[in-house]
């Protein structure tokens, strides 16, 4: 029997179950109670933040059968003769419902005739249909649809919230996974509950019923070796330039994704300076990592501050601008080091 993806089977079904988006549940919920909701919406956010899971909970809310929802995927329905044909089936009555919700995915992927074949229809559509449009690009949509929709913004879930997902989620597949795991799954999820999942299916899958390590899910992802982090971390705290090169060679011999491990670097130098300068965040913290991370990060905070600093942070956000571009991925790194110890007079 095919494994149902983890997703698909943790998805949102009722607003209790929306992670998040509390300012946008609240809303919608009360368009429905005070029956004073639109006919047309336009969710905007990036991928895996929950739009389509929220546009259907929203037609649910509303009384609406499954037969009277339509999906469409606009990537692959952009033209001119998709758009009419929907203009066409909008005047057809709901089967079963009051009212039939066209919920229209990445509606960015729009031809412009599309668009303009479709604004009619959205500014005064029948009474018994309610369109909402979805979108990660919300900047293609033109100014004329965009007036005619009420817009809600999705949040990026935080990394807290995307670490306590995929534990929970664990401990429901029978699988143990710890904290320092747990985010590291949600940091490569890249603030998508879709892709967090996703990472986590596959770990549990190769894992085979051992107990997920951070050392497991860096195997099964190719994310890059927290040893290779806590030697940059350390070279830095000791400005020690040469071995920095040393292990960024070495790095790039085992085929070490230069991105992420710039990311993680980042995400290091942030935590360090969380701990400095936020005491009351430092429980948490305390119970998320393990030992030698916290023993990393505390030495960053405490023992370095002229090099781990929000200069740093800045240079390295830089580097993570750069690597995409760099003929050498491991350069932008090696750079951003140097100026960050200010090992040359001018600025690299």
């Not at 499954?66 to 606009?74: N, R, S």
């Not at 590291?184 to 894992?207: N, P």
């Not at 942030?270 to 936020?278: G, N």
């Not at 993570?320 to 760099?326: G, H, L, P």
Request: negative net charge.
């Amino acid at each position: 029997m095919e494994t149902q993806v983890l997703y698909r089977k943790y998805r949102p079904a009722d607003w209790e179950s929306v992670i998040g988006q509390d300012h946008i549940v609240s809303a919608l919920a009360a368009s429905i109670e005070n029956q004073n909701f639109s006919h047309a919406y336009l969710l905007t956010g990036s991928r895996g933040t929950g739009k389509t899971s929220v546009a259907r909970i929203f037609a649910a809310a509303l009384g609406t059968n499954a037969e009277d929802i339509i999906e469409i995927d606009a990537a692959s329905n952009r033209g001119i003769e998709d758009i009419r044909e929907l203009r066409a089936a909008v005047r057809v009555l709901p089967f079963s419902s009051r009212f039939k919700i066209y919920i229209i995915d990445e509606v960015h992927m729009l031809t412009k005739e599309s668009f303009n074949a479709l604004l009619k229809t959205i500014e005064e559509p029948p009474a018994h249909v309610i369109f909402i449009l979805a979108t990660t690009e919300l900047n293609k949509v033109p100014e004329t649809i965009l007036s005619r929709c009420q817009v809600f913004s999705f949040r990026k879930p935080s990394q807290k919230i995307l670490t306590e997902t995929v534990i929970k989620i664990a401990e429901q597949e029978s699988c143990a996974i710890d904290g320092e795991s747990a985010s590291l799954v949600a940091f490569l999820g890249d603030g998508s509950f879709r892709d967090s999942l996703s990472i986590l299916q596959k770990i549990i899958s190769a894992a085979k019923g051992r107990t997920i390590t951070r050392e497991v899910v860096e195997a099964i992802t190719g994310a890059p070796s927290l040893s290779v982090v806590q030697d940059i971390y350390d070279a830095l705290i000791a400005r020690d330039m040469d071995k920095i090169y040393t292990t960024l060679g070495t790095a790039e011999i085992h085929h070490t994704d230069m991105l992420l491990l710039a990311q993680l670097l980042l995400s290091t130098m942030r935590l360090s300076l969380m701990y400095r300068y936020a005491p009351s965040m430092r429980e948490d913290f305390e119970v998320q990592y393990s030992e030698s991370y916290r023993d990393l990060v505390k030495r960053g905070a405490m023992e370095s501050t002229d090099v781990i600093s929000s200069r740093a942070i800045v240079v390295i956000i830089t580097a993570i601008e750069r690597i995409a571009y760099a003929s050498v991925p491991a350069l932008p790194l090696e750079l951003a080091c140097i100026e960050i110890l200010r090992l040359e007079t001018s600025k690299v």
